[in-house]
């Protein structure tokens, strides 16, 4: 199966450098890279009257890199160009497969584009609600099958697509109808504000790489400023993270954008020595004897109160974050369908996250921070 | 006489290795406690850490009971089956009681979306798990026991526990489709089965259960016996064929519908046990058949915890699987070996 998709790609990628190689003339091979500082999932090269979307880790573990030509309707193109999609920029109409899609949308002012969207009720932001209350953005099914009829009738410029490896039958049937489904590797990105800077892809489809880089240089700037302040203290709380499924705990590993934020918010991780991708499973026993004592406790599942907690598994009791009352969760701040809001803006905000995390880890810090994402447990 | 004294010396060593492998099951885990502190927690003296009393007390004793409940009773349900249905491969599944088990989860967790509102709340309760468990495992039985009234055959009532077992299959799936990968998560987790989740007080809740049904499938003794004879030959002994069926299906639901309430659905255990022990004991007498399967399935059970468990490493593996990738080698090789099942 999986090597049939990767046939079906490779074939289609042929189809598409014939296209490709009907649309000639000029030569202008001295591109201008776009300054990507965090993220190490694509690449931006901009030539004089087109640029050049690399992306590399489309999902974790891919081999191969996919070529995105963005260029105006009639630009002049030279000869001999290989890519995989073209997409004609700037984008007027768009669907996006991830609610992270969402606040690079708001933050460049496009959100207007949007089309459709897998999965309405997970989008929680007030702005895109309103569009889609008033009908403007459809619903086109779920990411793994896509309503492939409603899709193509909206005739979007182009679809985002995230995948969680070579075989989405759904994005196959898309390219062939001649709408480019791109895809969006954010998420496989391993640093905060490498998640962050994938704002700078969505510029370049709107052609509005300056706004996208300003953007986030205000987002990296308000993120180290933020990581400063947490330097000035000298006490670091300790921190456990995750939560239980049975009796399986899940933990972010020590190399994941998780434990680096918990670092950079002056904590200490107690599994930050722990290197892997996904999260670390790990039997109940060993996690009590390892963060009994653990002073906070973040990220702790769906739970939004103690007592829903305790309901579940008289376990947790055990813990001095439990008994303290410092257990903080992102399962609180929901938008009005239900979608948690950490989820969708979380990606793009790190800063925001870092914030959090530092009124939590150092109270004294931020005094009357009203935090974005991670909100105590109610009783 | 000489036979019953070979059975009842096999049922004492049973009885031996059980309580060697409860032991070495609360000592081995992924934290290593020291013996002299195992034992000083089994006998309130002081330990060198707080969180091993705790460990020991409150999370390693109540799974060793969960696994010998557990194996136990999922051991009996399928001797029960098997020899009601006098069809070798029947188990706790084949009434469809986990599948309803299962539909009922599914409804409370994945459901819960579809609903909406206060219900998801309501569906991280651990209680609420057990009770949409237990009402989907009824709501099955129920449908069983009323086609066993109208039907005479038997295999006609295995074939409708197979049916519900596809129905409710298929309506799981659709429900997984619909729902957002958080509770798909949730879902699936359950479906792994665990023993180590439970307090003190579930473990209680569910060794009533485990009596009432142990306490019926020994009352049904008698008539297990004749029952292997054919159901014909039973009826001309006197055994009410309709009732004792019954009474059959309600020890199964009662040990098999608490079980996968408390601890998920545990493969394969209830169909393995009565063959390993039939292995052991190739007698046909449920009177030495019915305490030597309780305690071959606590001992069997206590084997794949230990091996889920991974002593020395830090995480542990589902106990469904590990239930199969152990059960199911050891049955191929003694069929093998022995040519032919024996019942």
Known sequence: MKKLGILLIFLLSFSCKDIGKSEKKTTNLQGQEIEIKYANGFSITQFEDYSIIEVNSPWPGADKT?????????????????????????????VVTSTTHIPALEELNEIESLKGFPGLDYISSKETRKLINSGAIKEVGKNESLNTEVLIDLQPDVVIGFAINADNKSFSTIEKTEIPVIYNGEWTESSALGKAEWIKFFGALYDKSKAADSIF?????????????????????????????????????????????????????????????????????SVLDKAQNADIWISAGQFTSYS????????????????????????????????????????????????????????????SYEPTFFKALNK | MQHTAKYVSILVILVLVLFALALLNISLGSVHIPARDIFSSLFNAEVSKETYRYIILDYRLPKAFTAIIAGSGLGISGLLMQTMFRNPLAGPYVLGLSSGASLGVAILIMGSTLIGGSFIALALSKWSLVIASSIGSLIVLFAVVLASVRLRDTMAILIIGLMFASLTGALVSILSYFSPAAQLQQYIFWSFGSLGDLSWAEVGILSVFWFLGISLAIFCIKNLNSLLLGEEYARSLGVNISQNRMLIIIATSLLAGSITAFCGPIAFIGLAVPHLIRQILPINNHLILLPAVILGGAILMLICDIVAQLPGMEFTLPINAITSLIGAPVVIWLLIRKQKFQF
């Open chain 1, 217 to 285: 240089r205000g987002i990296e700037i308000n993120y180290n400023e933020a990581k400063k302040l947490a330097e000035t203290v000298e006490n670091k709380p300790t921190v456990l993270s995750g939560s239980m499924y049975n009796d399986q705990w899940y933990v972010p590993y020590g190399n994941s954008w998780q434990a680096q934020m918990i670092k950079d918010a002056n904590a200490n991780y107690l599994w930050a020595d722990t290197e892997g991708s996904g999260s670390l499973s790990l039997s109940f026993e």
């Open chain 1, 66 to 94: 996919f070529k995105y030509l963005l260029a105006e309707k009639n630009a002049q193109l030279p000869d001999h160009l290989e890519y995989d999609q073209k997409v004609n920029i700037p984008v007027k109409k768009i």
């Open chain 1, 308 to 367: 829903a907690m305790l309901e579940q598994s008289q376990h947790y009791s055990q813990f001095k974050a439990v008994q303290d009352k410092r257990v903080y969760s992102v399962s609180m701040s929901k938008g009005e369908t239900g979608g948690v809001i950490f989820y969708e803006l979380g990606p793009q905000r790190p800063d925001l996250i870092l914030k959090d995390l530092i009124s939590i880890f150092h109270p004294q810090l931020l005094e």
